[in-house]
């Protein structure tokens, strides 16, 4: 008798709670107990080197956010909850992944994105349910400048591959050219000889478009004598370089993932005889590929905006350190440049949420249209974060590295030489270099 009195109490106590819960909704609608952004990142397959640092960086972001209260919107702190999706590096991966984060978690936002081509595989999805996504690693610009889909709510984080292809190109005609000529006692009049090899990828292709209409769009005095590819994941590297050998390059450009590009070079200079400066991606500014390369990668050059290990002086430099310092005392090992966007992007999300006022998808992504803020920890062009009127494209200030061997520790480490406001040393040829015929 006693637990059915008990059991109709409980009823009745229930109902009421009920009641004033169904009353009481459109206020608790206005309500959130945390924001959730969801991150995409590569966290298994050929990309997880870099996949991993951008949810890491993420992580690193949202841990600062939420020190100091969460996200303040329309005067009341609300938490970041981070929702991971690993995308496999595959093009099936990254649209699972989507799917779940948009159907599944219900995030509010996206961050991330790696492989041009696995990024643009879920777009359709991000444009059906019109959620804002911070694209914070894939440079192809088709990402927010393809015309199938609706892609208004897509925002771009990162260089594109128009954007450091031409950059990577003009630094080599105004830089690398006259110190070979120079090298080779040839008149400034002699064609630059440069090669390209390339991931058979939106990324990799985007890079070759790029190369391809800066010189020509230019009038550039420079040959490309080889344009090889191959498929993203190889490891073999040995017959395309044989092909680019036979060319006789000044230079070679190479569009690649880490994973790729540090053996590719290796092959190149250890199993092919191949002694030429390597242009890399900046993607490739990473610890890992610093590890792989050992004394093979002297010489080489990356484009960058973020190192783990070098920076420009100034207020830059101190913000990089001090992210850099929390991701090394939180996880172990340096953050690489995929990382510092994502942590970024973060941060930009935050922000716009806190302007909009909402969660609400539009007036997020209104906000985002409307975003200006100052830079967080990469060089922004006027010191500002904002996003381009017609692709949303951010823009970042941008420079080259050059790699020089350290024995002590068996790795390079990088030197800024250009442009020449930041540069702390000029561009060399090593003393092993041998351009290609005179």
Sequence with gaps: MKYTVLFIAFVVFGALIAGCTQQAAPQAQSQQNAVKVGVIASLTGPASNVGTSMWQSAQVAAA?????????????????????????????????????????????ILVGGYSSAVTSSYEQTVAEYKI????TGASSPIITHRTDIDTSYIFHHCPTTDTYGQYTTTFIDQVVRPAVNQKLNAPATRPFRLALIYQDTAF???????????????????LLVSQQSFKMGESDFRTPLTAIKAANPD?????????????????????IGLNTIFLNVENNDNAQFYKDLGQYGEGSIIESRFSPYTAPAGAVADAQNTFKNSYTAKFG???????????????????AIENAGTTDKATVRQALVNLNMP??????????????????????????????????????????VWPDNLKVTGFTLPAWYSPGSA
């Design 132 to 135: 804002p996504y911070i694209v």
């Design 204 to 222: 990799g292709k985007g890079v070759q478009t790029a190369v391809n209409a800066t010189i020509t769009k230019n009038k550039l005095n420079i």
């Design 333 to 351: 090992t340096s953050p690489d440049m995929m990382g510092a966007s994502t942590y970024e992007g973060v941060y930009i999300a935050s922000k």
């Design 64 to 108: 600062e956010i939420n020190a100091n209260g969460g996200i303040n919107i329309k005067g009341t702190k609300v938490p970041i909850q981070l929702v991971v999706g690993d995308d496999e590096s595959t093009q099936q991966g990254g649209q699972t992944a989507a799917n779940q984060l948009i159907t599944g978690d219900k995030v509010d």
């Design 375 to 416: 830079q967080i920890i990469e060089a922004m062009k006027d010191g500002k974060i904002s996003f381009s009127s017609d692709f949303r494209e951010s823009q970042f200030d941008l420079w080259m590295e050059q790699l020089a061997f350290n024995s002590t520790i068996g790795e390079c480490r990088p030197n800024i």
């Design 251 to 271: 230079a070679v450009y190479i569009a690649a993932f880490p994973n790729e590009g540090a053996p590719l070079i290796t092959q190149a200079r250890r199993d």
